[in-house]
């Protein structure tokens, strides 16, 4: 009866463990816009309708892709900053992975050059 042999995994590159803590690091994670807008009513005796400053608001606006169609949805003031937060980790990650798959090239191409 042969042993299976278990196929080693290359050992992992400090920049690589520091990039996989960051992300673990990250809480809310989330993609989309996030819009801050003010609003005039269409009522035409309205204080908003004479002076631009007086219009109604701020409203938050997220706006997303949610099954291949764009959903928007309104939120509270303190909705609004979980969502940017959530939107600038989304990003924070992306440019994370980006700069992972950068270190596993270069942590390939010097493995493969040594043998």
Request: with cysteine; net charge positive.
């Amino acid at each position: 009866m042969r042993k299976k042999v278990k196929p080693t995994r290359p050992a992992l590159t400090p920049a690589i463990r520091h990039i996989r803590q960051d992300i673990g690091a990250l809480d809310w994670v989330c993609a989309g816009t996030l819009l801050k807008r003010w609003k005039l009513c269409g009522r035409s005796n309205c204080r908003c309708a004479q002076d631009p400053a007086a219009r109604h608001g701020p409203y938050y606006e997220w706006s997303r892709r949610h099954n291949g169609r764009f959903v928007h949805s309104l939120l509270s003031a303190q909705q609004a900053q979980t969502v940017a937060r959530a939107i600038s980790n989304h990003k924070r990650i992306l440019a994370l992975l980006a700069q992972w798959r950068g270190e596993t090239t270069r942590a390939l191409k010097l493995q493969t050059s040594a043998k």
